[in-house]
């Protein structure tokens, strides 16, 4: 009986070793330039912004910029200052929050501890669906349906305000939030909630004391992107809003939107290359240092609150 030599099977041993590490380097290699992608283009967005607004501020004091409550870049005497666009993104931002977080907690509570599979099964899709909607038609809908009937509630609310543009922008947020809100409630342990219903807990004291407080950093997460979706919003609020600067916190009021303001003067309302032209890079400066003052913000409080527990 013919034996194979022990050298034949331990070339063939290594021969497939090194033909899997190979492989394994090439998929790490591969794994690699999709991160680093993501980091040049980052850098790119970021020198981009910098550079552009650096020309900008050579023609614009810094500090008219930033303290100024005019913003008329198309008027014969121009005057760039952020504040009425820095007001209109808050003021809508904080009307959608104001819908979106309450409503996508609850929504999410509901799914995670309340609703049969069955139940679940039939609301993820449209929510899902709810997300997909493009939203330049959140923005018709907020123009076309909410308006007017905010406007028969409040007769003195004229075509374009902040109000329906920031509840519809809410509404567009829900999604994301009651997602993300419930990916964070479902991975609590089941050890805890059998712990508070041994205690005694019903499912709604269960699911307010130990579920929400236990996903209270997920949740956050949620609450920091829902914060940057409503920050970043263009096409509603360039809608249902107006395009008018105005520097207010009153939601009844029109106003625009620091991304509206962007998507209005690539629009072609001013000659590419002007210094109104280049003030769109200094207010996606503008909007790109709020966001991350939001994402550090919500970095703190969940590094603290899993310090407190």
Known sequence: MNSIPATTVVSDRLARNVQRNIRERAIESILFGAALVSVLTTLGIVWVLVSESLNFFEHVPFSDFLTDTMWTPLFSEPRYGILPLLMGTITTSLVALVVAIPLGTVIAAYLSEFASARVREIVKPFLELLGGIPTIVYGYFALTVVTPVLQAIYPDLPGFSMLSAGLVMGIAIVPYISSLTEDAMRAVPMSLREGAYGMGSTRFQTAIRVVIPAALSGVLSAYILGISRAVGETMIVAVAAGMQPNFTMDPTEPAQTISAYIVQVALGDLPHGSIGYQSI???????????????????VIRRRYREAY
């Open 281 to 299: 890079f200094a207010a996606g400066l503008s909007l790109m240092l709020m966001t991350l003052l939001f994402n550090i913000l919500g970095h």
